[in-house]
């Protein structure tokens, strides 16, 4: 609960405080995600039990607390980024904020969640959450299923927050396919995929 509070404390301390707002980073989007990946993620634990649900939704939550942050701290910098990385997708992002920053996002948050004494559990499982396969865990252990669990719920996020059916449809193949790695039916992942 302390480490909650904190957190809420440092979310609202960037909202009000923030001077320099990034120009390129869209805010209504990151938060809107943000609770969808927190919802998806406490969903998926509750199916697979790897973690208790609360913990799951924070945990989800905070995994692109690194976005915003690099937003707050460096608005004018981020936002060209963002511009010169814009419909490339998450890979080119992070190679640009590494190029640009020394870190990308992922490795931030994973600090900044290590900071707030998150355990590593989750830590670890936010730093590699985008890309799965780049992680050292062993196949099937629980840390790779958190993994995935967090994975699989950025992607839900996504599909949910997509306007394009063409983007949604890409996306639900993606959700499917990384269902398989918590052996997730179907039918709990995607119901709406089974009507097509």
Not at 87 to 98: N, S, V
Not at 137 to 164: E, N, V
Request: contains cysteine; negative net charge; charged residues 20%.
């Amino acid at each position: 609960t302390n480490t909650v509070q904190q957190i809420v404390l440092g979310f609202s301390l960037i909202n009000n405080e923030s001077k320099a707002k990034c120009a390129k980073f869209d805010y209504p989007y990151f938060w809107s995600r943000s609770v969808a990946i927190a919802a998806a993620a406490q969903a998926i634990g509750a199916t697979t039990r790897l973690a208790p649900a609360a913990e799951m939704f924070t945990c989800g939550l905070l995994s692109g607390v690194g976005l915003i942050g690099l937003a707050s701290v460096k608005p004018d910098s981020y936002s060209e980024v963002l511009e010169q990385t814009d419909g490339l997708g998450m890979d080119a992002l992070r190679q640009a904020e590494k190029d640009r920053f020394g870190l990308h996002h992922c490795e931030l948050s994973h600090l900044m969640m290590s900071d707030w004494g998150l355990p590593r559990f989750y830590t670890e499982a936010v730093l590699f959450h985008e890309d799965p396969s780049s992680g050292t865990f062993a196949p099937g252990s629980r840390q790779a299923k958190l993994t995935w669990s967090i994975h699989l719920a950025s992607l839900i996020a996504d599909a949910c927050m997509a306007t394009d059916e063409q983007a949604q449809d890409a996306l639900m193949k993606r959700i499917c396919e990384g269902g398989e790695h918590l052996e997730l039916d179907i039918a709990i992942i995607a119901p709406a995929q089974l009507e097509h």
